[in-house]
């Protein structure tokens, strides 16, 4: 049997980048995550697999839209009418899949939950408990049926596992335990990040995100394509994901002049591109004498003439320090240094970031939080650093 | 560190170029002038200058246009603190570009050191000024309003925009979100999300809403099955009017025709069709009546014409004669045709044949045959008899030719040579030998890598290889135990002064309260109770001793208790003055034990410093009270040794594998020598290898010759056999082609020559065999004609003298003959055909009279004629048509219509205002059902379009966008509000920190410069910090910006020199380059300006550039000692 195994599709999240700022690449991924699903629905039906399985978090939003549920049921049905037939369980995202209240998605699809925990399909057992609330913090695993006799068995669970860093910890669930349940397969989900696990015979697979959203989860991006023979399940990978999340960390403090530091991040942005998925790239460029703004109005330029490629951010670090070489020469940012110590800048530096936190959004209210205080410092000093230096003599700039 | 000498070897336009600095005369500032015109050099010796110091640019390099940049060259000659003077040299290299006076690497930390971690920008920053700088520095330090610490950090650093950069943070910062503020990046991004939102809730299919939906379709649904079924109903009702009307109506009319059928003839139903075929019938009889009519007069016309035409009795006989005639042929032509011609063209082939006989003779002479030989050849004879005739000429020439060539190898090859030997396994090893034969260069290379080491561990104790093994500390933990030690030494002076201070104040504090104390007034609650109680115990000592003693001790207690309680009355004011003085004493000891305490403190970092400095020393082999600014240096030169000692063990391994190889190569060429039979020692071995090898190369280059000879003349032999095989099988065939014939020569020459003569005789054999044949078929034609013509004369009775007349006769009779014969033909046809008409005539009349009366068979009204009782049926059965479709259309009104409802409206009839009834009522159903039926396609529409709508992925994606700038908004936004701040409290420490060692300098500076305009500067403390200001000789401040241009321009000199003699005290001094930073003073502002410099070199070194002749005229009048050097040309 031939399965298709993917997770937290979350329909209706939004790709969060600034490089969706551009018209084309904007437009092309404003249904990012219908696309992913519709794409995956495909590839299952060219690959002809027996199962899709889905492992939790089909959606996202928390106020749930019943057309994002139609948009799943024409899928799936589409797939069904191809002879490929769905498993899927609730993750915390996953209201809408509420059959009491929303009613059933159609033949051929087969969502497991405490009630129906089994379903047998083409000679192999599919066992699965789908979340009933949005946070489960005790494990499922003592509640999934016994392996069935005879049979192949395949194991649904949406869990973070062990804990993983991003995620809360949702129906932990120790790895060995689930190696030692039985199973042949375990299909899960939750966690972003693509992994696989094997133990003997047995393999569990995280098959991630197949459309990263940010750039925290850049590792995603594929489907996990799994053969249940008689053997132990035989994987493989697909990419799927339209956009990917890219990091490059060029040093400009070797550069002499602006032609060498647009040359470096020309470079740069080339590295990064993919000639099959448009590229969002997180660029980390150390520099002293530039400003975050001025290096982004410089990536900005070049960007426009590299294909596929697009800036998700921009960070300016200090470059690393010569050997020999000492910051302490500079009056200035030894003295903003020992004054970012005193507890009465940081009750103002406090009060600065409470203020913006206050105005801000309460989405993104929390980067500006008391814990970051000290990293803003950082970036703050290197960017007063940095604008200063900016208009000083510089011959051979000139 | 100082700068004794500058070499331009190689860089820009100049070429082993030296500008010399040497150190001044004790007691002499250190300034040296450079003088030249523009264009001279000067911007290209100070780059060359900074790129000693910190390399050369990686790419394209401004300077290198007379050398390539790999061949640039600058060199230098620095006295560096703690080592003294040094050459070092700049090369273009990317790698190991720092070298000494030999070529040397030289580590980079060595400079680093002596810079104090000084990048070149910072150097550049510090250390540098020019007139614009000077100019533009002036004008942005107005934008510091004065502040003092942006004012001692512009001189400090040279970085003059500090007032530009905070304002420009703080208005990047407004921008994005400023309390309060009606607009702003912040506040136009949640707008926009609160109307993306807005849409957004608008969008979305809540469950609620799709109940609603729901709800609201089935409710439709309802309404529009009940406005069917009364659509329905009225239909109904209309139909059963509609079918009584229509009722009512077909039963007159059926009544009616009942009784025109009863006037008609009785019968049954025609067959469908009848009445047409009748009529057809009737005019088919009248037709064949007229027609065989016709045929009867028609055939007698042609029996009377065919009487008229006789048959010919001799037609037959002559057309058979004409015949044979018309037979004969000649030249694919009738012979009657050609009859008159043949007998000419006869007379003339005959001639024509004699003069080819005598032609035919003539070439059989000169053939030389004999008389009754017979040589008749085909062309296909004749061209293969040519052929071979050829061929066996071209294989004697060619056979000819090669026994000539051989003739001439065979004497041209000489005597055999010997062969020679095989010495590649020789000239092989002689390879190796000789590419391992030399080791100079890694002896070289181990020399220089002793020499080097040597060097680099001169000043070195002995045992320095085993500190190095034993591991040396970071040069990183050296540059900040320098730092460490220097901060450490300067707070611990600032906290012994901060300590004395405190301690004064509160000493000064003790005797306040002492004083305050001391006063009568001073008297407090507490002291007139224990006066009270002294008071009390003598009064009671005193009344149980009664005694004198004890009355004077009650009257002194009693009255101290009276002063006490006096003074207490009185003293109010003196109390609230002790409290204060009591509190300000607590204040002024907590002070000094907190200074007390930092000066423990920074006094026991400095000890662990030095320890640190001690320990390290020790581990660096220096003596442990060794100043810290040393261990650096000796640091590098361990780090220095160390390498240096492994590049000398790498030469020497790699010496030995060079002498092993050596070894080697010589083994294996002796054993190839020996097997090449060459016999040396061990010196010869090589050269005579080398002979042996060269003597080869003519032995091999003969034998190689000879042996190509050899085998040319060996394929020459082969190709002569080969030809004479071929001429002979030439020779043989033309002889088996020649045998037959009557040749009297037959070789090929001889053949070759007939060959022309043998195709004309053969031609002409061709021509006469045709002309014979011609000349027989024409006699044979003639004779024919004539026995042919005697037969036709017979046959007319005629005699046959002119054939030509007699068959030309014989044909006009023939052809009259034939004419009666084709008319006699064609009206014996016509009489036929006429007599066949007729009888077909008869025969369909009867037929259509047989018919007519199967047709009215059955029928009444025989007494009609024909016509008129077709008619009269007809007309019954069209009556009886009409009655079975009223009958139809009034069973089809009733047929569907519901029973009750119909004899409902039977009842109704006669009612002329039924049917408008019903129609009104039907249009009002259709109106309500179509009413419902548009809300539920409405309803349906709602539903499907809510669930199949398109996600509003736009917005969503908008939503994310817009949420993810504002992320990058405000975190830029903090950074700049951070920045500032932070920025703000470190000029306010600036201030505090350098203000006392700085402002002296600056006043100094600056009064030099601009007496007497100018008597000094002050410090005004303000809230929002210390503000620098500027004196007026009447003491008026001036603040900063209020100064003139130049004023702040030299406001801005004066810190700038204060901050390099503070560098200096504090790091050590580094060349100041000033490039003609005095071409817009006047000559009084520039003697002053030249006087700072010297006072530049009187703490380090002043180096002016200058293209004016008259400043270094002025120099040597103020500055005692300066050093003029004029650019190298």
Redesign the interface.
């Known amino acids: 049997m031939r399965l298709l195994v993917t997770a937290d599709i979350h329909l ?7 490089a ?2 551009n018209p084309v690449l ?2 092309s ?4 995550s ?1 696309d992913s699903l519709s794409d995956i629905v495909a590839l299952a039906i060219s690959e002809r697999v027996d199962v899709l399985v889905l492992a939790g978090d089909v959606f996202d939003s928390a ?6 549920r ?2 799943l049921i024409a899928q799936l049905a589409r797939a069904a009418a191809a002879g490929v037939e769905t498993v899927l369980i609730r993750g915390n995202h996953d209201a809408l899949l509420d059959h009491a ?2 009613g059933a998605l159609g033949p051929k699809i087969h969502l497991l939950e405490r009630a129906r925990p089994t379903v047998e399909i083409g000679g192999v057992a599919f066992h699965g408990l789908s979340f009933e609330r949005g946070h489960q913090q005790a494990s499922f695993l003592p509640d999934y049926p016994p392996p069935s006799p005879g049979r192949r068995n395949v194991g649904l669970m949406h869990t973070s596992l062990e804990g993983a860093p991003g995620h809360d910890p949702y129906a932990p669930c120790a790895e060995a335990a689930l190696m030692a349940q039985g199973y042949n397969l375990w299909c899960l989900g939750h966690i972003h990040a693509p992994f696989a696990r094997r133990a003997g015979d047995v393999l569990a697979v995280m098959p991630g995100i197949p459309q990263p959203r940010h750039f925290g989860e850049r590792h995603g991006g594929s489907v996990a394509l799994v053969t249940l023979g008689e053997g132990p399940p035989e994987l493989v990978w697909h990419p799927v994901a339209r956009l990917r999340f890219v990091e490059a960390r060029p040093d400009l403090s ?1 550069c ?1 002049d602006q032609s ?1 530091r647009a040359q470096a991040v020309r470079d740069a942005l080339l590295a990064a591109q993919s000639p099959a998925q448009e590229t969002a790239l997180r660029l980390t460029l150390a520099s002293a ?1 530039q400003s ?2 001025e290096l982004a109005a410089l990536a900005a330029a070049l960007c426009e003439d590299v294909d596929q490629v697009h800036i998700d ?1 921009l960070r300016r670090i200090d470059p690393p320090r ?5 910051a ?5 940012i030894r ?2 240094r ?3 110590a ?1 507890p009465g ?1 940081r009750q ?2 406090r009060e ?2 409470a ?2 936190r206050q ?3 309460r ?2 209210a929390e ?2 939080a008391e814990t970051a205080l000290d990293d ?2 950082s ?3 290197g ?2 650093s940095a ?10 700039d000139g | 560190m100082r700068l004794n000498r500058l070499d331009l070897i190689r860089y820009g336009r100049f070429h082993e170029a030296r500008l010399s600095l040497p150190a001044p005369p004790a007691g002499s500032p250190d300034v040296t002038l450079i003088h030249g015109p523009n264009e001279a050099g000067k911007s290209t010796a100070f780059n060359a200058f900074l790129e000693l110091l910190y390399g050369m640019k990686t790419r394209e390099h401004r300077y290198a246009f007379r050398f390539d940049r790999a061949d640039l060259l600058i060199g230098a000659e620095l006295d560096l603190p703690g080592r003294g003077p040094i050459v070092l040299r700049r090369t273009g290299k990317r790698a190991q570009s720092l070298t000494d006076a030999e070529g040397r690497p030289v580590d980079e930390a060595l400079l680093a050191a002596a810079l104090h971690g000084l990048g070149r920008e910072a150097y550049l920053e510090r250390f540098s000024l020019d007139d614009a700088g000077l100019r533009a520095g002036g004008a942005r330090i107005a934008g510091a309003q004065g502040d003092l610490g942006q004012l001692l950090h512009a001189g400090m650093s040279g970085l003059t925009s500090m007032a530009g950069t905070l304002a420009g943070l703080a208005a990047k910062s407004d921008a994005f979100h400023r309390r309060g503020a009606r607009s702003g990046v912040l506040r136009a991004g949640k707008e926009r999300l609160a109307q993306i939102a807005a849409e957004l809730r608008a969008a979305r299919l809540t469950p609620d809403r799709a109940d609603r939906l729901g709800a609201a379709r089935a409710q439709a649904q309802t309404a529009f099955e009940t406005a069917e079924a009364a659509l329905i109903g009225a239909r109904n009702a209309q139909a059963a009017g509609a079918a009584a009307a229509i009722w009512q109506h077909e039963s007159a009319g059926i009544a009616q025709l009942e009784m025109q059928l009863a006037q008609l003839p009785a019968g049954p139903d025609l067959a469908p069709g009848t009445a047409e075929r009748v009529a057809a019938l009737l005019a088919t009889i009248s037709a064949q009546e007229a027609r065989a009519h016709e045929a009867e007069t028609k055939a007698a016309r042609h029996a009377t014409a065919l009487a008229a035409h006789p048959e010919d009795p001799q037609a037959a006989a002559l057309a058979l004669a004409l015949d044979r005639l018309d037979a004969l042929q000649l030249d694919d032509a009738p012979l009657t045709a050609r009859a008159a011609t043949a007998r000419t063209d006869l007379a003339r082939r005959q001639a024509e044949q004699a003069t080819f006989d005598a032609q035919r003779t003539a070439l059989r002479n000169r053939l030389d045959l004999p008389a009754a030989a017979d040589l008749a050849l085909t062309p296909a004879a004749l061209e293969a008899l040519g052929a071979a005739a050829q061929q066996a000429r071209d294989a004697a020439q060619k056979e000819q030719n090669l026994r000539a060539a051989h003739a001439e190898a065979k004497a041209k090859i000489g005597v055999q040579p010997a062969a020679p030997k095989d010495l590649s396994t020789l000239e092989a090893a002689l390879r190796q030998f000789s590419t391992r034969a030399d080791l100079t260069r890694e002896e070289e290379r181990l020399a220089q890598a002793r020499a080097q080491l040597g060097t680099a561990s001169a000043a070195l104790p002995a045992d320095w290889s085993a500190r190095v093994a034993a591991g040396l500390p970071a040069p990183e933990t050296l540059v900040h135990l320098v730092q460490a030690i220097s901060a450490a030494r300067a707070d611990l002076v600032t906290a012994e002064r901060d300590g004395q201070a405190r301690a004064a104040e509160y000493a000064e504090a003790q005797a306040l309260c002492a004083a305050v104390r001391a006063a009568p007034e001073s008297t407090d609650a507490a002291q007139i109770e224990v006066t009270r109680r002294l008071r009390d115990q003598a009064w009671t000592r005193h009344r149980a001793a009664l005694e004198a003693t004890t009355a004077e001790a009650f009257a002194a207690a009693m009255q101290a208790d009276d002063a006490a309680r006096a003074h207490y009355l009185t003293g109010a004011e003196a109390r609230q003055a002790l409290a204060q003085a009591e509190r300000t004493l607590a204040l002024a000891e907590a002070r000094a034990q907190t200074a007390a305490a930092v000066t423990r403190a920074a006094s026991h970092a400095v000890s662990e410093h030095d320890a640190q400095a001690r320990r390290l020393a020790t581990a660096l082999g220096l003596a442990p009270e060794t100043a810290p600014e040393a261990l650096a240096p000796r640091h590098a030169a361990l780090t220095a040794a160390a390498a240096a000692a492994a590049a000398v063990e790498a030469a020497q391994a790699a010496y030995e594998a060079a002498a092993t190889q050596r070894a080697r190569a010589a083994s294996a060429l002796s054993a190839a020598a020996a097997a090449a039979e060459i016999e040396a020692t061990p010196d010869t071995l090589a050269p005579r290898a080398e002979a042996a090898l060269v003597m080869q190369t003519p032995m091999r280059s003969a034998w190689t010759r000879w042996q190509a000879d050899a085998q040319a003349l060996e394929k020459l032999t082969a190709a002569c056999a080969a030809a004479a095989v071929a001429r002979e099988e030439a020779d043989q065939a033309l002889a088996g082609l020649t045998r037959p014939l009557a040749l009297p020569q037959r070789d090929a020459e001889a053949v070759l020559a007939a060959l022309p003569d043998l195709r004309a005789l053969q031609r002409l054999e061709e021509k006469t065999g045709a002309l014979a044949q011609r000349i027989e078929a024409l006699s044979g034609a003639i004779a024919a004609l004539a026995a042919g013509s005697t037969q036709i004369a017979r046959i007319l009775g005629r005699d046959p003298d002119d054939p030509l007349a007699l068959i030309d006769t014989a044909r006009l009779r023939l052809a009259s003959a034939q004419v009666q014969a084709r008319a006699r033909t064609a009206e014996a046809a016509a009489e036929a055909e006429a007599r066949a008409s007729l009888e077909a005539a008869q025969m369909e009349l009867r037929a259509a009279q047989a018919a007519l009366a199967t047709a009215f068979e059955g029928q009444e009204g025989g007494a009609l004629a024909p016509a008129q009782r077709i008619a009269a049926l007809g007309q019954r059965d069209n009556l009886r048509t009409e009655l079975r479709a009223a009958n139809a259309r009034r069973a089809a009104a009733r047929a569907g219509v519901d029973a009750a409802l119909f004899e409902a409206e039977q009842r109704r009839l006669p009612d002329p205002s039924r049917a408008e009834a019903l129609a009104r009522a039907l249009a009002e159903a259709q109106a309500e059902r179509d009413r419902a039926r548009d809300v539920k396609v409405e309803a349906d529409r709602l539903w499907r379009e809510a669930f199949g709508a398109a996600e509003r992925g736009d917005l969503v994606t908008e939503q994310a966008v817009v949420l993810e700038e504002l992320r990058e908004g405000a975190r830029a936004a903090a950074l700049a509000q951070l920045g500032v701040l932070a920025a703000r409290g470190a000029l306010r420490r600036l201030a505090a920190e350098r203000r006392s060692s700085m402002l002296r300098d600056v006043e100094a500076a600056f009064v030099a410069m601009t007496a007497p305009a100018w008597t000094g500067v002050d410090v005004w403390s303000e809230a929002a910090g210390d503000k620098l200001v500027g004196l007026r000789p009447d003491g008026t401040p001036v603040p900063v910006e209020m100064m003139s241009t130049g004023t702040m321009g030299q406001l801005y000199f004066a810190l700038r020199l204060a901050g390099y003699r503070n560098f200096a005290r504090e790091a050590g001094p580094l060349p100041m380059i000033l490039d003609d930073i005095m071409e817009t003073f006047d000559d009084t502002r520039a003697r002053a300006a030249l006087t700072l410099c010297a006072g530049i070199g009187t703490v380090g070194q002043a180096i002016l550039f200058t293209h004016h002749a008259h400043l270094v005229a002025l120099a040597r009048a103020q500055i005692p000692g300066v050093n003029v050097v004029e650019m190298p040309r």
Do not use: N
């Not at chain 1, 010569?322 to 000492?326: E, K, L, V």
């Not at chain 1, 604008?387 to 051979?396: F, K, M, V």
């Open positions: 209706g999240a939004p790709i969060r980048s600034a969706l700022r904007g437009a991924l404003r249904q990012a219908r106020e749930p839209d019943l057309k994002i139609a948009f209240a929303q070797g002499a060498e004498k975050e703004a951010k010569a050997p020999g070489t000492a302490q020469t500079d009056d200035l003295l903003m020992a004054e970012t005193e800048f103002a530096a600065i970031l203020e913006l105005a801000l959004p989405e993104i980067d500006l803003l410092l970036a703050a000093l960017e007063v604008e200063l230096h900016r208009d000083a003599a510089r011959p051979e």
